[in-house]
T-cell receptor, first 116, second 114 residues
Framework: AQTVTQSQPEMSVQEAETVTLSCTYD???????LFWYKQPPSRQMILVIR??????QNATENRFSVNFQKAAKSFSLKISDSQLGDTAMYFC?????????????FGTGTLLAVQP | GAVVSQHPSRVICKSGTSVKIECRSL??????MFWYRQFPKKSLMLMAT?????????EQGVEKDKFLINHASLTLSTLTVTSAHPEDSSFYIC??????????FGSGTRLTVV
């Protein structure tokens, strides 16, 4: 069974600094996607970044980048130049396409607080 | 971009009554829709997956008769919480997916049963 683990329930960072959120996953599938979603206090789920497993290059979206280590099954999110609006719950998510799983599996989330 | 509209955003109902939550994909046809439940400061728990015109597939532990899901068209899915009880109070989120847009989430519904 696929699992997604986020070992940091809460994190804090000063405005303008960099923070890295950790995520590990377990799967036997070879084809899959990984995502980071942001859920601000409004509770709207917002896609931050996605990574296809077959791509070796790490995905980047403006201030957000990932460190995808396929062999280690690790998928961390780096937020550079943190802004107050980055304060949110962040969920790592997995979806497999090679097997029976075609639904998003979420980690437990990391609550990030950006301090002024 | 893809937009999913979810209504109502908040609802309060009396114990024993039923409440319906709608999820609409506004600018694309969703091949699959998903319903999640989320407790405060917790992750999203998948309740069921629905495909247009077929019965929903419920996750283990989710009562089919309590949480009725109807996916009548490629743009509309509904979740009906029947005979609601206070323990059903929660935040419910839908998600719609297609091959082009991936997964798009609604803004959620906060249900309070009194």
């Amino acid at each position: 069974a696929q699992t997604v683990t986020q070992s940091q329930p809460e994190m804090s960072v000063q405005e303008a600094e960099t923070v890295t959120l950790s995520c590990t996953y377990d799967t036997s599938e070879s084809n899959y996607y990984l995502f980071w979603y942001k859920q601000p206090p409004s509770r709207q789920m917002i896609l931050v970044i996605r990574q296809e497993a077959y791509k070796q290059q790490n995905a980047t979206e403006n201030r957000f980048s990932v460190n995808f280590q396929k062999a280690a099954k690790s998928f961390s999110l780096k937020i550079s130049d943190s802004q107050l609006g980055d304060t949110a719950m962040y969920f790592c998510a997995f979806i497999g396409y090679g097997g029976a799983t075609n639904k998003l599996i979420f980690g437990t989330g990391t609550l990030l607080a950006v301090q002024p | 971009g893809a937009v999913v509209s979810q209504h109502p955003s908040r609802v309060i109902c009396k114990s024993g009554t039923s409440v319906k939550i709608e999820c609409r994909s506004l600018d694309f046809q969703a091949t699959t829709m998903f319903w999640y439940r989320q407790f405060p400061k917790k992750s999203l728990m998948l309740m069921a997956t629905s495909n247009e015109g077929s019965k929903a597939t419920y996750e283990q532990g989710v009562e089919k008769d309590k949480f009725l899901i109807n996916h009548a068209s490629l743009t509309l899915s509904t979740l009906t919480v029947t005979s609601a009880h206070p323990e059903d109070s929660s935040f419910y989120i839908c998600s719609a997916s297609d091959s082009r847009h991936g997964y798009t989430f609604g803004s959620g519904t906060r249900l309070t049963v009194v």
